[in-house]
């Protein structure tokens, strides 16, 4: 039990909390106010105070620190003046708090965290871009502090400042750390519709910093606002009674502030409740804000199906705005030249307010109803035909057969059977031996700009020519993608009218169907990738910065042998360095961008290579019958012919899918050369104050900067906070399966997969084989795609050979976690993924499309069975408390920048 604290060491630069209210942000700033408002209101908030934010503007100066200073931060940390000895009533505070909470059993440390002026307001100005320092001890407070205050002044926010009357005043809370059992967010509203039928829940085992750092997928739930409503709810991580506190305790704090909130949260273990923190949902938006034109997405338009299945395959980020405006026109206007190259005019099903792929709170979801409309228009498919491919929930699939009656699309005959669909593709003839020529003339081309790119990029004497290349670039990225999408339709329906033809008893009969494809792109890629590596298993980590020296061109080769092995590596990247992490975000680098993330890999790589061979990377995938035994068994004579054709027709589908997003990728690359190029010119010319401000700015925002005709310098730089903000907000909502509008669908019973004891997941099975093996949940935080490495992440350094893989999506810079794997789980894609195409090349049992991913954590034993599509959790991990970084001091403390936590 607490004891009271006394409250007569307050001055007019520090405050407890519940000493003053939510209307005097101008204190310590906006989460101070709240944080206290809600304490003094009697909600159980952790012991703490708050920092005048007009003293860190005296401590600067009192140190003469400028904000121009290029180690600003290092200086404000290695100041040693506290105006008016503030570090000596922050000491007695501190004292007091351990004083008053002398029966705690555990120790006692703080959290420290930035309070802005505007941060967790409505407006949101600078929201995300400041430090947070969890597990601090008491003799590390003030150096926490010192870091927060370091951090007002980051690369984003200070791009814009350039004095100390520019810098706004900048609070600090520092609160006492909870020893949290389960802790997560809250929010009040639907983000995404407003709806206020259900509370929306994320939340995970022990400290919440585990939510946002990756280390556990968050669960999620939807807690009904009605009490005898609520009372049906259930789940392991929280009971009845902790469900129902929480209840009316956000009932209350949405009252309390009078406007819907977004609150953190944890209960501890002796299951009380703490409120962390508190700040307004902001106004829906749906789209980024541009300074040339208006993006805005009317809120009135349909009741279209939209899913995530297949875009979170691939794009499971949230893109910047300038990715997903190129991203919207590219496709757009590919989609128009495919539909138009069959007869049928795209933009009539589409009208004003609707496209193939749709952003909702910053996530990309596929249109159903609309794809049923095409499909039925070109293939003559039947609604249900098509979202069987979907698994769409039964409300979901309800609203789309109501819509299926009122749409007025005009459709040909509808085609009844699998086998009545694979004569009609039969007789349309196929796109495969088309789409192979024109990705490779694309690739061809790729490899030819990209030494022209690399010789000229920098000598073109003005801005119109560096525009010119990347309108040219852009109008051959339009034309590779109505290849890649018609590929990909059409792989897609053949994909399901093999699977309807099968039956749904033989399903799992697919992935031996469509294993050992050869002749993909990445395959090759991977060969050469294990060869660089090999050279390189002798030099790394020991010669790491020696290496990446040498391909910098700062430093000589010692002797010929390293000079041949970096020439070696540098050919490699120099063919394949393209590749990335997040290989769609325009803005994430590429392996050429930054040597020293590849070479992570590489010696990710290395780790495992004891017992490889480099000239035979890849185990045959266990199949137990081979294609024409499968054909045989599953077909008769009138139908075997067709089956046959359609089996390898997939096949050569699934490896000009593959190839073509390799394109793609290359693509992307090549345009991320220019725009770098473009903004570099911006900066020079006073238009960007930073070059990574580009990838805020809408496309058309970016084109008439080109142009000259955006000049309101001011007026650029509130589009660039506001989108960054934006996109910092989206990347906090929970991700939906599907949407109907723009209203979130609760998920039934049916797809929450589970059998009677809750230890069986189910997804479809993507590679054969059955495994068991301890889990490794790799859950990728993007906030930020450009500020750290894959290969950096504690998850991913932690990941031991023979652990399972368990995770949202992958892309090909995943390849040496698939070394290290001995089975692959994945929440999204089908089939045709990557992680699915991958497993299958590389032997690995995987089942991806797993609803209930969420239920694994790392540490857990499961038995992943790549034959029926299922995964049973055999033995739960133990808890244990996480400890993201340790100080130098050895005293545990979690940084976490973005402030994406709180003291949880």
């Not at 508190?278 to 829906?284: A, E, K, V």
Request: glycine fraction near 6%; aromatic fraction near 8%.
């Amino acid at each position: 039990m607490e004891k009271s604290v006394d409250t007569n060491g307050s001055s007019q630069f520090l405050a407890q909390l519940g000493t003053f209210e939510a209307s005097q942000p101008s204190f310590a700033g906006r989460k101070c106010a709240n944080l206290s408002h809600m304490k003094r209101a009697g909600f159980q908030v952790p012991r703490g105070f708050g920092i005048a934010g007009q003293y860190f503007l005296s401590f600067l100066k009192a140190n003469g620190i400028s904000p121009t200073d290029p180690d600003f931060r290092f200086i404000v940390s290695a100041a040693k003046t506290w105006p008016n000895d503030l570090d000596k009533l922050i000491t007695e505070h501190l004292n007091n708090i351990i004083d008053s909470m002398e029966e705690s059993t555990t120790p006692i440390t703080f959290a420290v965290r930035s309070s802005g002026m505007e941060e967790d307001s409505d407006v949101q100005a600078f929201a995300g871009m400041h430090d947070t320092i969890l597990n601090v001890e008491k003799d590390q407070v003030h150096n926490a502090i010192k870091s927060c205050w370091a951090s007002a002044l980051n690369q984003r926010v200070g791009s814009y400042a350039t004095d100390l009357s520019y810098l706004p005043p900048f609070g600090v809370v520092v609160q006492v750390m909870i020893d949290a059992q389960v802790a997560g967010v809250a929010f009040t509203r639907d983000p995404l519709t407003g709806d206020d039928e259900f509370f929306i829940l994320n939340f995970a085992k022990g400290l919440g910093e585990q939510v946002v750092s990756g280390t556990v997928i968050p669960e999620q739930a939807n807690l009904p606002r009605d009490e005898r409503a609520a009372r049906r709810i259930s789940h392991p991580l929280l009971s009845y009674s902790m469900f129902e506190e929480m209840r009316k305790s956000l009932l209350l704090v949405e009252a309390l502030f009078g406007t819907p909130q977004d609150i953190e949260w944890c209960f501890d273990h002796n299951d009380s409740l703490w409120l962390l923190q508190s700040r307004p949902i902001t106004t829906l938006s749906n789209d980024y804000l541009s300074v040339s034109e208006h993006l805005e997405l009317p809120l009135h338009i349909t009741k279209d199906v939209l899913s995530s299945k297949a875009t979170m395959e691939s794009m499971s980020f949230v893109p910047t705005a300038l990715t997903w405006t190129t991203f919207s026109e590219v496709i757009d206007t590919a989609l128009q030249q495919r539909y138009a190259q069959k007869g049928i005019d795209y933009y009539k099903f589409c009208g004003e307010n609707r496209s193939f792929y749709e952003l909702r709170q910053g996530r990309v979801y596929q249109n159903v109803t609309l794809t049923c409309e095409l499909n039925r228009e070109e293939f003559g498919i039947d609604f249900t035909s098509t979202a069987e491919s979907f698994d769409l929930d039964s409300s979901s699939l309800a609203e789309l057969l109501l819509s299926s009656h009122q749409s007025k699309a005009s459709a040909p005959g509808s085609v009844s059977g699998s086998f009545s669909l694979l004569k009609t593709l039969w007789s349309s003839g196929t796109v495969a031996s088309q789409a192979a020529s024109a990705i490779e003339r694309e690739l061809d081309y790729c490899v030819a700009e990209r030494k022209r790119l690399k010789e000229a990029l920098g000598e073109f004497e003005s801005l119109s020519d560096v525009h010119s290349s990347f309108e040219v670039l852009l109008d051959r990225f339009k034309d590779l993608a109505t290849t890649y999408i018609d590929v990909t339709i059409h792989a897609s329906i053949f994909e399901a009218a093999i699977s309807t033809f099968l039956g749904a008893e033989n399903r799992h009969l697919m992935a031996p169907l469509t294993a050992n494809l050869g002749g993909v792109y990445t395959a090759l890629q991977n060969e050469k990738l294990l060869k660089v590596a090999k050279e390189l298993e002798l030099l790394l980590p020991i010669k790491k910065d020696l290496v990446v020296s040498l391909m910098e061109k700062t430093a000589d080769a010692p002797h010929e042998s390293l000079k041949k092995t970096v020439e070696y590596v540098e050919n490699f990247l120099d063919q394949f360095g393209f590749r990335g992490e997040i290989e769609l975000e325009v803005s994430c680098p590429r392996w050429w961008d930054n040597p020293s993330r590849f070479l992570d890999m590489i010696h990710i790589i290395n780790s495992n290579l004891e017992n490889k061979s480099a000239s035979s990377t890849a185990p045959a995938p266990r199949v137990e019958k081979d294609k024409e035994t499968i054909i045989y068994e599953m077909s008769n004579f009138m139908t075997r012919s067709v089956l046959r054709w359609a089996v390898n027709q997939l096949n050569a589908l699934m490896r000009l899918r593959e190839n073509g997003k390799y394109v793609v990728v290359f693509f992307i690359a090549l345009s991320r050369m220019i725009i770098a190029e473009a903004a570099n010119r911006f900066v020079k010319s006073g238009t960007l104050s930073n070059a990574e401000d580009v990838f805020q700015l809408p496309l058309n925002d970016f084109r008439q900067l080109f142009r000259g005709l955006l000049n309101d310098s001011a007026e650029i730089k509130r589009c660039i906070s506001s989108n960054l903000a934006l996109r910092r907000r989206w990347i906090r909502s929970p991700i939906q399966r599907e949407i109907i509008g723009f209203k979130a669908v609760t998920t039934s019973k049916k797809h929450q997969n589970t059998s009677n004891d809750g230890e069986i997941l189910k997804g479809t099975a993507a590679s054969p084989g059955v495994v068991e093996g301890e889990a490794r949940v790799i859950w990728l935080d993007d906030q930020s795609v450009s500020d750290s490495s894959l290969y950096q992440r504690p998850e991913v350094m932690r990941f031991r050979d023979g652990e399972i893989l368990v995770t949202r999506t992958t892309n090909p810079a995943w390849t040496p976690l698939f070394l290290k794997s001995k089975a692959v789980v994945v929440e999204f894609g089908g089939l045709l993924s990557h992680g699915a195409i991958t497993a299958r090349e590389l032997g690995l049992p995987a089942v991806v499309a797993v609803r209930d991913i969420s239920k694994i954590s790392t540490g857990d034993t499961i038995l992943v069975d790549g034959d029926q599509g299922t995964i049973k959790i055999l033995k739960r991990a133990p808890v244990s408390p996480v400890i993201v970084a340790k100080a130098a001091s050895t005293t545990p403390v979690t940084i976490v920048p973005n402030d994406q936590s709180s003291s949880l």
